[in-house]
């Protein structure tokens, strides 16, 4: 088959990896890519918003399959226009995929399936829910959660310990308009104690089945300091995710979401993507996201044994019931290598060397994310989130050490990474 990924980033880039090794695959595709993507597919500079471009690209090239990386063009209704042209896709309509573009959809989801889940109120007024946040603050003495509505890149969560803090995040999300249109509207919810973690689970709009667990990373500095990013490591399972918890996890959360989905008249087909808090009560959603993680998929990727082309094609086809969905028992970590400055602003366009050198380094992988190939042919950094060095081992201590051994292969003075990935689980 002709296959076509979209997207430009390490989980794509992974996604690419996988993908080509199937037997399935006869040519690949990629829009736009990176500098690393381009060494396994054929990448064209369409962006991810381009729905219609998309379309036409596939037409053209005769693509008759498209996995969709990214939320943007989720929410857009890319995978919406791709069936309506009968060019199979794995990933959510756009009325599904408001389960990650609506946190006020996926909140009302979570009451009518009840689902548990943290306390909350949505507000589109901001002197509404700065007089809420006086009120809330005096009993949540530790903290307050304020999040925006829509689309963030990961980056609309504000755990408020004071009022100041509260009221800031309002005002940048509802006056300043840091995150655009996706900031007008706003929860804010009672702040959930415990260890979090992610559940992946693989849907073909009828059955859902339990892929992978990992645990990212968000915060930017280590000891879990600093403001949030799209994530700057993670590792895979997660141990907090033991039998007992996961099957609490599918018939208390994603189970009845997939049913309830159905009922609202949008089914669920691609990646449902649970972001949990463990806390002493058990499992409590926090977020869905309709598609694979990023950091995660890095993670989990590099010990999956199954053809993953088979898989995501089952669910688009309905019959997820069939496919066989098998992983290596070692654990693998991914470090993120981010430009400085991230999350905040950074430069673009400096070289990066030695990448050949993680290259051969065995069990260990190298995604390209934010890269592109200068006119002078060197890989140089173009975005936040720059290189993503994933690693597989007997135990998760060995496999953190193999990957910061690749990061210290490389040669960039551009660019920082957190130094304790995994340091919840290595001991």
């Known amino acids: 088959m002709n296959i076509l990924i979209v997207g430009s980033g390490a989980r794509e880039h992974s996604i690419a990896v996988s ?39 596939c037409k053209e090239q005769g693509v008759e399959f498209v996995i969709i990386g990214p939320e943007l063009p989720l929410s857009l209704g890319l995978a919406d226009s791709l069936s309506e042209a009968g060019i199979k896709v794995f990933g959510p309509s756009k009325a599904a995929a408001e389960l990650e573009s609506s946190k006020i959809f996926m909140k009302s989801v979570c009451s009518l399936a009840g689902l548990p889940t943290a306390k909350y109120r949505d507000f589109d007024d901001y002197n509404e829910a ?78 859902a089945r339990f892929f992978a667990s990992a645990q990212d990373h968000k915060a930017v500095h280590d000891g879990d300091t600093g403001p949030n990013t799209g994530g700057m490591g993670a590792y895979s399972p997660a141990p907090v995710i033991d039998e007992a918890m996961l099957e609490q996890i599918m018939e208390e959360i994603i189970n009845p979401t997939v049913k309830q989905m159905n009922k609202l008249g949008k089914p669920f087909c691609g990646v449902l993507f649970a972001g949990l808090m463990i806390t002493k ?101 173009n975005g936040g989130r720059v290189l993503c060095i994933s690693a597989i081992a007997d135990d998760l201590k060995k496999a953190q050490k193999q990957a910061y051994n690749a990061v210290d292969a490389i040669n960039w003075h551009g660019g920082f990474c957190r130094r304790d990935i995994g340091w919840r689980a290595v001991k």
């Open 19 to 57: 993908v080509q090794k199937s037997p399935l695959c006869s040519r690949l595709f990629c829009l736009p890519g990176n500098a690393g993507i381009a060494e396994i597919a054929e990448c064209f500079p369409i962006a991810i918003n381009d729905c219609e471009g998309i379309v036409s690209f």
């Open 130 to 207: 700065t007089q809420y946040v006086l009120q809330e603050m005096a009993s949540m003495p530790e903290a307050i959660v304020v999040k925006a509505d829509g689309l963030a890149s990961g980056k609309g969560v504000t755990v408020a310990r004071s009022a100041y803090e509260a009221v800031t995040a309002l005002k940048e999300a509802m006056v300043d308009k840091i995150f655009g249109e996706s900031g007008s509207k706003v929860i804010i919810e009672e702040f959930l104690s415990g260890e979090e973690a992610s559940v992946f689970a693989l849907c073909d709009g009828k059955t």
């Open 281 to 381: 009560d058990g499992p409590k959603l926090m977020e869905f996201n309709a598609r694979f993680g990023d950091p995660e998929t890095e993670a989990i990727l590099p010990r999956l044994t199954s053809d993953l082309l088979e898989l995501l094609l089952a669910c688009s086809e309905g019959r997820l019931e069939e496919a066989p969905i098998l992983f290596s028992e070692k654990p693998a970590l991914c470090v993120v290598v981010a430009s400085n400055g991230y999350p905040g602003e950074y430069a673009k366009g400096v070289a990066i060397n030695n990448l050949d050198k993680v290259k051969g380094l065995p069990d260990t992988m190298l995604f390209h994310a934010g890269t592109k190939l200068s006119e002078s042919g060197e890989i140089v950094s």
